[in-house]
């Protein structure tokens, strides 16, 4: 059974940082793309990052682009988040994904974890 | 990037009805692969979301068969034949035919 269990969420200030997880079992993790999706309360589903299988390519919305940098581990089947710079308009669960395939060109989020919540605010 | 729009914004449906969802992209999701790269998501609710269909009409694993899906180029459509108490929440069409994956707004479906 896939399962994804994310971490790390946290009330912060504006312009802190913030590293979120995401611990992945129950499928050969080095083998899939994996992205970070967030959902601003009551707000809909924003694609915030991807990286490849291998951890080699990364892309990101425009929104992160600069502040946010993904990683993965894949000795440890983890997926990493770090946010730097944060703003109030980064309030928002943020959900990890298993991609469908070990490149995330026309990919698509088959499995998601349960979400962490990240709270900016003074 | 991509727009997506769903209509209608909510959807309130008697148990054993059928309910449609429509959902527009400002340009065609049809690549060169031959796939249409249009997926459907449910979140239920207090539930991260779920995989419905994928390229459109192709249900996801476990996903019962009275969820359809169609539709081509920018217009597409899903459909409940016989909507069950289950099936409330939050119905997201993406698209990922091109970075970034885009979602439509939402679509609420709550049972009369």
């Known amino acids: 059974e896939v399962q994804l269990l994310e971490s790390g969420g946290a009330l912060v200030q504006p312009g802190g940082s913030l590293r979120l997880s995401c611990a992945a079992s129950?499928?050969?993790?080095?083998?899939?793309?994996m992205s970070w999706v967030r959902q601003a309360p009551g707000k809909g589903l924003e694609w915030v990052s991807v990286?490849?299988?291998?951890?080699?390519?990364?892309h990101y919305a425009d929104s992160v682009k600069g502040r946010f940098t993904m990683s993965r581990d894949n000795s440890k089947n983890t997926l990493y988040l770090q946010m730097n710079s944060l703003r109030a308009e980064d309030t928002a669960v943020y959900y990890c994904a298993k991609g469908s395939s070990s490149w995330y060109d026309r990919d698509y989020f088959d499995y998601w974890g349960q979400g962490t919540l990240v709270t900016v605010s003074s | 990037d991509i727009v997506m729009t769903q209509t209608p914004l909510s959807l309130s449906v008697t148990p054993g009805q059928p309910a449609s969802i429509s959902c527009k992209s400002s340009q065609s999701l049809l690549h060169s692969d031959g796939k249409t790269h249009l997926y459907w998501y449910l979140q239920k609710p207090g539930q991260p979301p779920q995989l419905l269909m994928y390229?459109?009409?192709n249900r996801f694993s476990g996903v019962p068969d009275r969820f359809s899906g169609s539709g081509s180029g920018t217009d597409f459509t899903l459909k409940v034949s016989r909507v069950e108490a289950e099936d409330v929440g939050l119905y997201y069409c993406?698209?990922?035919?091109?970075?970034?994956?885009?979602f439509g707004g939402g679509t609420k479906v709550e049972i009369k």
């Open positions: 390229e459109v009409s």
């Open positions: 129950g499928f050969t993790f080095r083998s899939y793309a």
């Open positions: 993406m698209q990922n035919i091109q970075l970034p994956p885009t």
């Open positions: 990286i490849s299988s291998s951890g080699g390519s990364t």
